[in-house]
């Protein structure tokens, strides 16, 4: 009977992964959805201890995919990680500038965008994140401080006048306050690099959505959000039919074998 229940064990095994095989390729294996580094431009390529992340980007420090040079680097206007301005519209307010800085130390250091990784064909980098749930209150405060500062553009990804080396406003786009640009805190989220954000209904705290700005004291609440997505994921690609099919093999296996 031991034995022959190791081989059900191993059967069960194998059709599951049977099943798993023959599911459509996504871009990232279901494992591979937590605790992962994007194949980016500056990215480490697993994430791991930081003990001396710069000032806005330590939040990160137990576990990050930038740098401590990259976190230095993301600090200074017009870093050499980009060559990007923030100041293309003349010295944007330091109330918003630490948004973007905040913005950006997310992007380089968190271990916990998986869920929404996704692949691109870009010359400088290979995978990019889509849709990320950004908490709805750092949204919101990411477009009140920003209100009074400048910019050309709605889209920052595309469209920039590169000939000097940094980003400068095209001839066609002039400089409006924000809220000409972007009028709503979703218009700017969403928008300005490419969807790369899709703002959430939900707060901080709820646990449903990723928060830019958090206290590392309390740990970092992103990684229950990244493994609260990863399984709705997962859930939502196993085919409807497949598990009870699965079990009534299961069954019918323990059945013979008995
Ligand atoms: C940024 O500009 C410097 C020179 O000004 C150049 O050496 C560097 O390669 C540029 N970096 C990027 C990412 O384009
Ligand atoms: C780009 O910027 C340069 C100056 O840096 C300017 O001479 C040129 O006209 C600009 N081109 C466009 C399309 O805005
Ligand atoms: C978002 O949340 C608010 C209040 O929590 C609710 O009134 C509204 O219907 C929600 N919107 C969506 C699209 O779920």
């Known amino acids: 009977m ?24 996504t871009p990232r294996a279901r494992t591979d959805l937590l605790n992962v580094c994007m194949d980016a431009k500056h990215h480490k390529t697993k994430p791991g201890p930081e003990d001396k992340l710069h000032d806005q ?8 995919c930038c740098s401590v040079s990259t976190s230095r ?3 200074k206007d017009t870093s050499l990680l980009y060559n990007f301005t923030w100041d293309h519209c003349g010295k944007m307010e330091p109330a918003c500038k630490r948004h973007f800085i905040q913005d950006t130390c997310l992007y380089e250091c968190s271990p916990n965008l998986g869920p929404w990784i996704q692949q691109v064909d870009q010359s400088w980098r290979k995978e990019r994140i889509l849709d990320v749930p950004l908490c709805k209150e750092d949204c919101e405060r990411w477009w009140e401080d ?11 990804h595309k469209g920039w006048n ?15 306050p924000f809220d000409f ?10 928008d300005i690099w490419t969807q790369s954000y899709k703002v959430s209904n939900y707060s ?20 229950e959000v990244a493994r609260f997505y990863a399984e709705a994921m997962a859930a939502g690609a196993v085919p409807h039919g497949t598990g009870p099919l699965l079990l009534s093999l299961a069954l019918m296996l323990l059945w013979l074998l008995s």
Request: with cysteine; glycine share 8%; net charge positive.
């Open 181 to 190: 640009y972007f009028p709503t805190p979703t218009a700017l989220c969403n």
């Open 146 to 156: 920003c209100r009074t500062s400048y910019t050309c553009k709605s889209n920052w």
């Open 2 to 25: 031991d034995m022959a229940w190791q081989g059900t064990q191993l059967l069960l095994v194998a059709l599951v992964a049977a099943a798993w095989g023959g599911q459509p390729r």
């Open 204 to 223: 901080r705290g709820s646990g449903r959505c990723i928060q830019m700005w958090f206290d590392p004291a309390q740990g970092n609440p992103n990684e």
């Open 162 to 176: 590169w000939t000097s080396g940094y980003n400068q406003c095209p001839v066609e786009a002039a400089c409006h």
């Open 57 to 64: 980007c330590s939040p990160w420090k137990k576990n990050a």
């Open 73 to 75: 680097e993301l600090h």
